[in-house]
Each structure stands twice: as C-alpha cells, then as structure tokens.
C-alpha cells in the first residue's frame, strides 16, 4: 500500500517561493509559445523579470498560503487547430488550450516539488514512462522487448493488449485525483490548492479574430 511506504512524518507540503525562483522561472520561459487571454506574452514576462519578480512571488505565496489558485488564470484560450476532412465539421479540429504565461511559472514550481516528492518516495510505478524525466517511448519499448524475451526464454506465452483512449485527459476524475493525492500524503493545505485549481474552469474558442463567450470546461 502507498500508506505503508510514507512515513506520517513525510506529508508534501507546497514551499512557498522566494524571489530568486520566481526570477529563475521567468528567465525559463519558452519565448516561443502563445499568448494567453491576459495578453501577457511569455517574452515579455522573460523581459520584465526582475520588475515583475517581487510582485509575482507575493502573489504566489498567497495563492499557495490560502491554497486558492487565482480565478482568472482558470479560463483558457482554445484554438481550433484543422486536421482534414469537412472544415463544416467541428471534429475534424483539434482544440489547442493555451492558459496565462504568469500561471505557468506558478504550476512549475509545484509540479517541481510534487515530482520530487514522489520520486523520492518510490511512488512512481516502475513501468510508468510517461511524463517522468529521462524517460520516453523508447525505454517503454525496451522495458517490453526485455519482459517479453525473458518470458520467451522460460518457455512462456506472451500477450498484449494496447490501449488507446481517446481525449485521455477529459477521462480523468479530480475527484479521484484528489482521494489519490490524499493517500500521497498531501497536506490538506495543498489539497486545498489543488482542489481549487482543478475545479470551476472556463474556456473560450478564439477563431479567426473572434472570441466567443465563456463555457464551463469541466
């Protein structure tokens, strides 16, 4: 059991950040990405680093002491991206989510600590490959040739079955993830947090210049 592997003592907590990772995030920023419904491009935050670096971490460490996250940085800016087909038929688009440059400073420096804390209390299924560092496709395949071979060499049969969900991320439960981050061994200030982050987001459609009103997107 998960429970069995942390030690009561070992709750994650979200640190609150101080101006040199704030300034360190911004300086970090890919230039080259969209620009959310703030209008606050991710070279200009990169520009303005060392202005903007007090306010934010004030901001920040509001967000993170009364584990709220900010309700504007909820709303993102949807793309319709074509694919092929019928342009009439909105399933042949794919819907591109750009969300504010400022929240993603905040969202790494917590995504920072949390995969910290799960590598370092062996949380993290050995198999998994996905979304881990210095992980990728290619030692997901060796991990299976090396089973499968192995399995072959005792005189075993091997079968597989693949998996691919559509809109995998749309499936997600937060009220899953959240019993699961719970059984992690959050604190219930970060819980707080993360359940306030997950829940109560909208979304708008920018097409061709146009911008359509608010839509709940959970």
């Given at each position: 059991?998960v429970n069995s592997r942390i030690n009561?003592?070992?709750?994650?907590?979200?640190?609150?950040?101080?101006?040199?990772?704030?300034?360190?995030?911004?300086?970090?920023?890919?230039?080259?990405?969209?620009?959310?419904?703030?209008?606050?491009?991710?070279?200009?935050?990169?520009?303005?680093?060392?202005?903007?670096?007090?306010?934010?971490?004030?901001?920040?460490?509001?967000?993170?002491?009364?584990?709220?996250?900010?309700?504007?940085?909820?709303?993102?800016?949807?793309?319709?991206?074509?694919?092929?087909?019928?342009?009439?038929?909105?399933?042949?688009?794919?819907?591109?989510?750009?969300?504010?440059?400022?929240?993603?400073?905040?969202?790494?420096?917590?995504?920072?600590?949390?995969?910290?804390?799960?590598?370092?209390?062996?949380?993290?299924?050995?198999?998994?490959?996905?979304?881990?560092?210095?992980?990728?496709?290619?030692?997901?395949?060796?991990?299976l040739v090396d089973m499968w071979t192995?399995?072959?060499?005792?005189?075993?049969?091997?079968?597989?079955?693949?998996?691919?969900?559509?809109?995998?991320?749309?499936?997600?439960?937060?009220?899953?993830?959240?019993?699961?981050?719970?059984?992690?061994k959050c604190d219930d200030l970060t819980?707080?947090?993360?359940?306030?982050?997950?829940?109560?987001?909208?979304?708008?459609?920018?097409?061709?210049?146009?911008?359509?009103?608010?839509?709940?997107?959970?």
């Amino acid at each position: 059991m998960v429970n069995s592997r942390i030690n009561s003592d070992d709750a994650f907590s979200i640190p609150q950040l101080t101006e040199e990772e704030v300034c360190s995030y911004l300086r970090n920023l890919d230039t080259h990405k969209a620009t959310g419904l703030d209008g606050l491009s991710h070279k200009f935050l990169k520009m303005s680093t060392y202005l903007i670096a007090p306010s934010l971490t004030k901001i920040f460490n509001k967000s993170l002491s009364s584990g709220m996250f900010p309700t504007k940085w909820k709303t993102s800016k949807i793309i319709p991206i074509y694919k092929s087909g019928a342009k009439c038929d909105v399933n042949n688009y794919r819907p591109i989510a750009i969300f504010c440059a400022v929240s993603k400073v905040l969202e790494r420096h917590i995504h920072n600590h949390l995969y910290q804390f799960l590598v370092s209390h062996n949380l993290l299924h050995h198999a998994q490959s996905g979304f881990r560092r210095n992980h990728s496709c290619e030692t997901a395949l060796c991990k299976l040739v090396d089973m499968w071979t192995s399995n072959m060499e005792s005189g075993l049969i091997n079968g597989a079955v693949f998996i691919d969900l559509r809109k995998a991320f749309d499936m997600v439960d937060t009220d899953l993830l959240l019993r699961n981050l719970a059984v992690y061994k959050c604190d219930d200030l970060t819980l707080s947090w993360f359940k306030s982050y997950l829940q109560e987001r909208d979304q708008c459609v920018h097409f061709k210049g146009t911008l359509s009103s608010k839509k709940s997107s959970l």
